[in-house]
């Protein structure tokens, strides 16, 4: 498998190491969705920096996954799109829309960071 | 001369003569035909400064002879032909002495090229003339111009010394005009080419001159645009406001289009893509200096853009660029959409 999943804090991060055949891209949106579970983890991180293409098949399975994880009460923040492969999407007119993106991990952990406060201060 | 005794029974001979005067064209087309008499020798050399040709080093008496008397008549026919220059008024921006030197070189490498029937030297020796000369805003025409008056100063010279000899004068041309043509055309063409080279670069500087992507404070970048957007461009500029975005890990791009004076669909539909593909890295974009003309016309074409953060001006841009970021760093952010 070419992608690490490693636990951290509240927090999952999927970090893609090379380009994924379509079932790896399901197998890894049913492990995430699996782990989210087990770890009772409250945000996800999916870095695609490795990522030389993001096609229609993986935009959709990363919608399925953000969608998948928010019912399970986890937000996503997808990492580290390069420049190329944002041209690439933006010609294809590959949506990401309503996925949160941020420009690498740190920026992802930021994000995560004000996301799940959200929700603690919506719960109190 | 000696070799001038045994050539009598050659010149009644019509196809080698002409092998002769063709020192341009490559070994493979010198093969002696009794059907190539109608042949333009003149223009098989215009048409064929081959590489191939170099190799093939003249020995023919001819020529021998007409360089012999070019080296003889060296310091002669070089003041003659930089009078002429002078006269004519070419190559204004140099001086007399800077014009002779330069003669000079020529000269020799103009002779040394008839002799070996190679280019070489004198393409490179052009080649460097022309770097020299350009940024001082010599004209195509004048370098033309000087070499034909050398051609021009060499034939009448010729002409004055084989006056008596018309045939003998017929042969030596043959020689001579061929290999002449040959050289003109090399300078001239050595001239163009350095001369559109430095049009590239000079493109090519303006063309990166022209997108500077400024860094403002910490992590808010300007991206002002000047001039007619196209689409080569459109995506140098993206593709140089990405790779900024993520070497200096921006969180707000503002682009300025105050300096653009019209705007088309495809160049809409390119700065869309541009804002967009920003998201996708993790940076939100605000777009200013939207002339009341650009507005309407986006409205007409129906652009979508329901994505663009939009200020009227660069300050306002800037304004709500420090909200934006300011904000971020304390509240919660749920999307980069905007509210329109």
Do not use: C
């Not at chain 1, 498998?1 to 079932?23: C, F, N, R």
């Not at chain 2, 001979?13 to 333009?40: F, L, T």
């Not at chain 2, 000079?104 to 393409?123: F, I, K, M, R």
């Not at chain 2, 957007?229 to 406001?241: G, I, K, P, V, Y």
């Amino acid at each position: 498998m070419s992608v690490a999943i490693l636990k951290q804090g509240d927090y999952l991060i999927a970090s893609i190491q090379s380009d994924l055949s379509d079932t790896e891209v399901n197998a890894l949106r049913h492990e995430l969705a699996e782990l989210v579970g087990v770890h009772r983890s409250r945000g996800i991180v999916i870095d695609v920096a490795a990522l030389d293409v993001i096609d229609s098949f993986v935009t959709r399975a990363l919608r399925a996954i953000v969608l998948t994880a928010r019912l399970r009460g986890a937000h996503t923040v997808i990492a580290g799109i390069s420049p190329d492969v944002a041209i690439a999407m933006v010609q294809f007119r590959l949506n990401l829309e309503p996925l949160r993106v941020a420009l690498d991990l740190d920026e992802a952990v930021v994000a995560l960071d004000r996301l799940t406060r959200g929700d603690h201060e919506d719960e109190g | 001369m000696n070799d001038r005794s045994d050539r009598p029974a050659e010149r009644g001979d019509a196809p080698s003569d002409k092998q002769r005067a063709r020192p341009g064209s490559p070994p493979m087309q010198a093969v002696p035909s009794s059907g190539n008499e109608g042949h333009d020798p003149s223009a098989e050399a215009d048409r064929s400064p081959a590489p191939e040709a170099r190799e093939r080093r003249t020995s023919d008496p001819v020529l021998e002879e007409l360089v012999a008397h070019l080296r003889d008549s060296r310091t002669q026919m070089r003041e003659e032909w930089a009078r002429r220059i002078s006269d004519a008024e070419l190559l204004g921006v140099m001086s007399d002495d800077e014009i002779f030197s330069e003669a000079t070189e020529v000269y020799d490498n103009y002779v040394d090229a008839l002799e070996t029937g190679s280019v070489e030297t004198l393409e490179t020796y052009a080649r460097e003339l022309s770097e020299r000369i350009i940024p001082r805003g010599v004209e195509t025409d004048e370098v033309l111009g000087v070499v034909l008056l050398l051609r021009d100063v060499l034939a009448r010279a010729l002409f004055t010394r084989y006056e008596g000899d018309p045939a003998q004068l017929n042969r030596v041309l043959d020689a001579y005009e061929p290999a002449a043509n040959r050289i003109a055309v090399v300078v001239g063409v050595s001239f163009v080419e350095e001369r559109e080279r430095v049009i590239q670069e000079q493109q090519q500087a303006l063309r990166e001159l022209s997108t500077p992507v400024l860094q403002l404070r910490e992590r808010l970048l300007i991206l002002p645009i000047i001039g007619a957007l196209d689409s080569a461009r459109a995506r140098q500029l993206t593709e140089q406001l990405l790779g900024a975005i993520r070497e200096r890990r921006a969180q707000v791009v503002v682009i300025d289009i105050t300096g653009v004076a019209t705007i088309d669909r495809s160049v809409a539909n390119h700065l869309v893509q541009t804002v967009e593909a920003s998201r996708l890295m993790g940076a939100r974009t605000i777009l200013t200096g939207l002339s009341s003309e650009i507005a309407q016309t986006l409205v007409d074409l129906g652009v979508d853009l329901s994505m663009m953060r939009t200020v009227g001006d660069l300050q306002g841009g800037l304004v709500e660029a420090e909200r934006l970021a300011g904000y971020r760093s304390g509240e919660i952010e749920d999307s980069t959409r905007i509210e329109t």
